[in-house]
């Protein structure tokens, strides 16, 4: 199978583009990171990479015409490039908002929209967006993040609609707390945290389902519950 990654050099995404390449399939991912992408290749010498800033739309579709020179169909598009920053939307610096919708909403919009005749004139394939518990439930110092993962899934539920009479399918991924980059610091042990792999073990698997069959939307949280 093809397939293409968004923020793919670290945690989830990471986890996700070695655990398809391990099972030998091609990848694309692209990350803002250039070192962290040339460590990726190191670990998975194959995978194709591309720096890619997906707050800008430019440089969006320049991925994706990256993606269309290298892959003449697609398998797997995943959209898991994303950005958090912590805050009250009462106390936010202006900006954040659309910071936070450009990284999580919008790249998402545009790359699929950017792929969508790949898969519709090939008549397949799967589309999967990283949402996150943040896109059904509103929790405290969640401010635009939360917004843009509700954005998010709405996004994945239109798609849904849209794309079943092609035979292609969509899910929302919604995982809880998962230890990433993003909890650096924190004092909490690791049992209070789902794995990057967990993560891409149920990716992998749901991409692996016939042709007659699509979860939609499928929620991970840490054993012991949300942090």
């Not at 992408?37 to 190191?42: C, E």
């Not at 990283?130 to 969640?142: K, L, P, Q, T, V």
Request: with cysteine.
């Amino acid at each position: 199978m093809n397939i293409v990654i968004t923020g793919a050099s670290r945690g989830i995404g990471k986890s996700i583009a070695a655990k398809f390449f391990n099972n030998g399939h091609s990848v694309i991912v692209c990350s803002r990171d250039a070192n962290k992408l040339r460590q990726l290749q190191i670990e998975c010498p194959s995978i194709l990479t591309f720096v890619c800033d997906v707050s800008v739309k430019k440089e969006i579709d320049n991925f994706a015409d990256f993606v269309l020179s290298n892959f003449k169909t697609i398998d797997v598009l995943i959209n898991n490039a994303g950005v958090f920053i912590p805050g009250k939307i009462t106390e936010e610096d202006d900006g954040v908002l659309e910071k936070t919708l450009q990284s999580n909403v919008y790249s998402a919009y545009y790359l699929t929209k950017k792929l969508a005749p790949t898969f519709i004139r090939q008549a397949s394939g799967y589309i999967i967006n990283m949402c996150s518990i943040a896109s059904i439930m509103a929790y405290e110092n969640g401010g635009s993040y939360s917004i843009s993962k509700f954005a998010l899934l709405g996004f994945s539920k239109t798609l849904r609609e849209e794309l079943k009479p092609y035979n292609i399918k969509v899910t929302a991924i919604l995982p809880g707390a998962t230890l990433t980059d993003s909890w650096q610091g924190t004092d909490l042990p690791e049992s209070r945290f789902s794995k990057p792999e967990d993560i891409a073990e149920l990716v992998y698997t749901i991409t692996q389902l016939s042709e007659f069959s699509v979860v939609e939307e499928l929620i991970i949280r840490p054993q012991l519950g949300d942090i």
